[in-house]
């Protein structure tokens, strides 16, 4: 079964703080795709990025970075230098590839208060 | 220009009531997408449509009802609201449903029911 564990419900944080949101997932597919996505206060879903079971090659982009490690089943997410803007609820999903499973399965949410 | 757009942006009603949430994407993708939000922010996919064909209806309640008049819209209708639909609701859309593409998201209808 497809399944998304966020273990950390809430995180605080000051600004200028490294901070790393946790998702660890379940699949029994080889072929299988992860996201993360942002929902600021003002209750938007953005998407932040999107990576392949195949590509285990590390991300970063800007103050964002993401360690995909497949023997732990994990896709974390470290935010550098953390910013106020940066307060929101963040989610990791996952969608397995074919026929009829194009849906996101979503974690339930890691919320970052970013203190100034 | 807005990419994926939704109307109305909050709805409050009265049990019992018919009600619809409308969605349009202009991005010029094939499927689209009805997820729930709950009051603890927990997310789940409803109904995808590809090119106006249902592709996924994960076992909602025959109450809700999409309809897409073409690719770029998809519509959510639901009879007889209840309390428990309370809720956020989010159309997405995305290129493809074969390749598992980006969906990206409206920004949500809160519909509340009393």
């Known amino acids: 079964a497809q399944k998304v564990t966020q273990a950390q419900t809430e995180i605080s944080v000051v600004e200028k703080e490294d901070v790393t949101l946790d998702c660890v997932y379940e699949?029994?597919?080889?072929?299988?795709?992860l996201f993360w996505y942002k929902q600021p206060p003002s209750g938007e879903l953005v998407f932040l990025i999107r990576?392949?079971?195949?590509?285990?090659q590390n991300e970063i982009s800007g103050r964002y970075s993401w360690n995909f490690q497949k023997s732990t089943s994990s896709f974390n997410f470290t935010i550098t230098a953390s910013q106020v803007v940066d307060s929101a609820v963040y989610f990791c999903?996952?969608?397995?590839?074919?026929?009829?499973?194009?849906?996101?399965?979503f974690g339930t949410g890691t919320r970052l208060q970013v203190f100034p | 220009d807005t990419a994926v757009s939704q109307t109305p942006k909050y709805l409050v009603t009265q049990m019992g009531n018919d009600k619809s949430i409308k969605c349009e994407q202009n991005?010029?993708?094939?499927?689209m997408y009805w997820y729930k939000q709950d009051s603890k922010k927990f997310l789940k996919i409803m109904f995808s449509?590809?090119?106006?064909?249902?592709?996924i209806n994960e076992t909602v309640p025959n109450r809700f009802s999409p309809k897409s008049p073409d690719k770029a819209h998809l519509n959510l209708h639901i009879n007889s609201l209840e309390l428990g639909d309370s809720a956020v609701y989010f159309c997405?859309?995305?290129?493809?449903?074969?390749?598992?593409?980006?969906?990206?998201f409206g920004p949500g209808t809160r519909l509340t029911v009393l």
């Open positions: 997405a859309s995305s290129p493809d449903w074969i390749d598992t593409d980006t969906q990206y």
């Open positions: 699949t029994r597919d080889t072929t299988y795709y």
């Open positions: 990576r392949n079971s195949f590509d285990e």
């Open positions: 999903a996952l969608s397995e590839a074919g026929y009829n499973t194009d849906k996101l399965i």
């Open positions: 991005l010029g993708h094939d499927t």
């Open positions: 449509y590809n090119n106006k064909e249902l592709i």
